[in-house]
């Protein structure tokens, strides 16, 4: 792919996609691919690559372990990071920031910590059975765990709309007085559809806690989990130009008190007390073992990265990119769009466009584009097994991505796809 010719990339909601391009090393070393694949991870700005050497390069230390400068410089960079994130994500308070190692692992603790300990005989989760695997098998998992012990918790499935978001109606149908949590996916994974559940707003019991994963929606759009109202939310650096093994877990402070400790060790504040474990202190008490600073340092500098470019004009660029892609893939033959943008009534579009291509399994259209540098994802996406939607092309674009990239695409697929019967 490399000595293609490059072409001015052309510019969407004022965002200039090559001047941003320019700051991605990999994108700058192979001018002739066109990475479509910024929901599965986001290629990584210079001075995130910067932040993480930095960090390795200089006075390593362990934060919080020790009283000498490289160690308490490093705790430093921890707390600034974690104030930051807050900050980012419209929290009340660094101490509702925990440092995880990703979306995945983030939603794991709301059900080993938050779950375990506050779930009773008969008490109901409402989830979509339709949502990333990270925000469908924690539950079941829990509700397997549980049940060892005797308590049988129910997991009620909601509808997603055509559109891919979370239908409220059958929520609120749903609801009832066993229900304790209602979990959704900020953005989707796959249909690129956005779930807010403002519609329930005064329409529930102010004791069901929301949990969102906002794996895709971070670093794409605005994201403020105070207006949200959420209790839990989780999200991982490397989808939002981060490195992996990173990621955030918010949790609203009216739920610390009934948290227990998820991985307890050392730097948790927690004390053993004539046998037993006592204390959560917030939120060093959920981030047991020696913390990835260098993973975290390079967290802050994608923040940093993010609003230099400013959030509003990439969710601006994005959508414009979005709808571009839809109304460009109707003329391709034999394509059938997944829920989302194309289903849309509205001028939603966040980044993600799913679809079929009848007649042709989608590794083999995801081969044929990858021969012409087009980079996309194929197959299932993390879906639960059984979910129906198990063999999709995903389109996915960020900041580096322009409707010219975009536009040479849907011609070249349209080349594969004509002679398709
Ligand atoms: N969760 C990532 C995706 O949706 C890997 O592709």
């Given amino acids: 792919m490399t000595g293609r010719r490059q072409v001015p990339l052309a510019t969407a909601a004022g965002m200039t996609a090559a001047l941003v391009r320019e700051q991605f090393p990999a994108l700058m070393a192979d001018p002739g691919i066109v990475y479509l694949d910024s929901a599965a991870t986001s290629q990584k700005p210079q001075r995130v690559i910067d932040a993480v050497t930095a960090e390795l390069a200089a006075s390593t230390a362990n934060p919080g372990r020790g009283a000498y400068p490289w160690s308490t410089r490093a705790a430093r960079r921890l707390a600034e990071v974690r104030a930051r994130a807050a900050r980012f994500i419209g929290a009340d308070s660094p101490d509702e920031i925990v440092f995880v190692s990703g979306s995945t692992a983030g939603l794991n603790a709301v ?10 005989d008969g008490d109901e989760i409402l989830f979509s059975p339709l949502d990333h695997s990270s925000n469908v098998y924690p539950w079941v998992n829990l509700r397997q765990v549980l049940a060892r012990f005797g308590r049988r918790i129910t997991l009620v499935p909601y509808r997603l709309t055509a559109a891919g978001e979370a239908d409220t109606s059958d ?9 304790r949590l ?22 529930i019991d102010s004791s069901i806690r929301l949990c969102f994963d906002c794996s895709q929606s971070v670093g794409h759009v605005p994201v403020d989990v105070t207006k949200l109202q959420s209790d839990f939310a989780a999200f991982s650096g490397h989808k939002m130009f981060g490195v992996p093994g990173t990621g955030v877990l918010y949790l609203r402070r009216r739920v610390h008190s009934e948290l227990v400790p998820f991985l307890p060790g050392g730097g948790t504040g927690i004390r053993l007390l004539d046998g037993a474990l006592r204390g959560l ?17 390079a967290l802050g500098a994608a923040m940093d990265f993010i609003d230099d470019l400013g959030i509003e004009r990439i969710a601006a660029h994005g959508q414009a990119l979005t709808r571009f892609l839809v109304e460009r893939l109707r003329g391709v033959p034999h394509l059938r769009p997944l829920p989302g943008a194309a289903w849309a009534d ?46 999709s092309v995903r389109v996915s674009v960020h900041v580096y991505n322009s409707v010219q990239e975009l536009d040479r695409f849907a011609g070249f697929l349209s080349l594969v796809t004509e002679g398709t019967r």
């Fill in 182 to 203: 209602i979990t959704a996916a900020h953005v989707h994974n796959v249909f690129g559809s956005m779930t807010t559940l403002e519609e329930l707003n005064g329409k």
């Fill in 111 to 120: 059900a080993m910590s938050w779950g375990l300990a506050n779930l009773a």
């Fill in 346 to 391: 509205c001028q939603a579009g966040y980044g993600i466009v799913s679809f079929r291509i009848d007649g042709i399994r989608s590794g083999d259209v995801g081969f044929a584009l990858s021969s012409e540098g087009f980079y996309v994802r194929t197959g299932s996406h993390c879906l639960p097994s059984g979910s129906g939607y198990d063999d």
């Fill in 281 to 297: 202190s917030m939120p060093e008490g959920m981030e047991g073992g020696t913390p990835n600073l260098a993973g975290i340092s």
């Fill in 171 to 179: 929520i609120l149908a749903k609801v009832s007085p066993r229900t």
